[in-house]
């Protein structure tokens, strides 16, 4: 089995030999592209937990956990955020790992440039969806979409 797929049947490996033991222009740009994906996911993971212990986004989109958050301040913050909207806000970027599966599907039939595309759409309108968001529903449709495009 070949590092290109399941099944071969030795038609790619004709040209194996040519790229054994070699580093290729193109593998160092894939590799920068899958780390550029994997900084913006943990960035983005990173950006999201810690907005939710901010007052004015607690205040607009968690009033139930703004007002717990204001009524034990001199306490840890240990369960002041236990809420499953605001875990689900959190961790609906996770979703975005099932689409690697459309990915493959759209990668095999319709090419990589169709792939780029779709996840670049995706990214787009997650991000201006959570930017005029203005429920907590359109944050997580946002940030699935976001996880999809990473």
Sequence with gaps: MAAGGFGNEGGNLKRAHLYEYKITNYFIFACLVAATGGSLFGYDLGVSSGVTSVDDFLKEFFPKIYRRKQAHLHETDYCKYDNQLLTL???SLFAGLVSTFGATYVTRNKGCRASILVGAVSFFLGGAINAGAVNITMLIIGRIL?????
């Design 89 to 91: 806000f959190t961790y």
């Design 146 to 150: 976001l996880g999809a495009g990473i």
